[in-house]
């Protein structure tokens, strides 16, 4: 295991030092919160709540940009298999893990900086965390753990993918209806019927959902939560989730790369 977190911590490093070479990429993850923030609290809020929809926006913010970086993993590991990197790692002792937890690592701190951006537009907007700080620490816990749960999604459509191009497009097509189809920015309450049992139980509703509550963000005036098991349980469906998640698409990702390898 110190063998796999060293060379993992190698990878990630060579990784964020690459980030230099495409800033671009490192512009788009900062920008889209931004956008997304500004569009939907000045576009929409006005017919929603206000300064007190804006508020409750964040929380949705938070789990949809960190969910959209997941195309920025898929998107890394197809363009080093494009251009033989994983080739070359291949050639080098190194464990296997250490290849796909290092893109893995190196996304993380991305999200870390997307966070600060984020929350720094939220308090911009008239954001505001209402709790105390060892609840807000544990929401921003939260959606990190929730965005490493995602990378592995990413990492595992980007070994799948047969070029760049394919892991480009498979990488985004999931995720609005992922985050949309959420209590990201409404509430699930005014969905109809197998629609919101689907948004109900959508692990972004339940990040988004226990964030706002650990942050001391509620509804605006109106806007009703509903009483589904997800709801009400947001915060230990939130951690399960995200451990599932985790477990479920590493073994995905490990499986993919290992017939990668042999062949």
């Given at each position: ?8 911590c ?58 959209f970086?997941?195309?920025?993993t ?6 080093d298999?494009?251009k ?23 996304d ?49 459509i ?56 650990l ?23 939130a ?25």
């Amino acid at each position: 295991m110190n063998r796999v977190a060293r060379d993992a911590c190698i990878i990630a490093w060579r990784n964020l030092l690459n980030l230099r070479r495409t800033p671009g990429s490192v512009i788009a993850a900062l920008v889209q919160p931004v956008m997304f923030v500004l569009l939907l609290a000045y576009v929409f809020g006005g017919s929603l709540g206000g300064a007190d929809y804006r508020t409750f926006l964040m929380g949705g913010i938070f789990a949809q940009a960190v969910t959209f970086n997941a195309a920025f993993t898929a998107l890394g590991l197809a363009n080093d298999m494009d251009k033989g990197i994983v080739d070359r790692f291949r050639s080098l002792p190194m464990p296997r893990m250490a290849v796909i937890l290092g893109r893995t690592l190196s996304d993380l701190t991305m999200s870390v900086v997307t966070l600060i951006v984020t929350s720094l537009c939220g308090l911009l907007v008239g954001w505001r965390i209402g709790t105390s700080l060892p609840e807000a620490a544990l929401a921003y816990f939260l959606i990190l753990l929730f965005a490493f749960a995602m990378s592995w999604v990413g990492a595992t459509i980007g070994l799948m993918a047969r070029s760049v191009e394919v892991a480009q497009s498979a990488g985004l097509i999931w995720l609005f209806p992922v985050t949309f189809v959420s209590s990201a920015f409404v509430s699930t309450a005014t969905m109809p019927g197998p629609l919101r049992t689907v948004a109900e139980w959508n692990p972004v509703s339940a990040t988004a959902t226990a964030v706002r509550q650990l942050f001391g963000n509620p509804p605006p005036a109106g806007i009703p939560l509903g009483d589904a098991w997800p709801v009400v349980n947001a915060l230990p469906y939130a951690l399960l989730c995200a451990a599932v998640i985790t477990v479920a698409f590493m073994g995905l990702a490990l499986s993919r790369f290992r017939r990668i390898v042999v062949s």
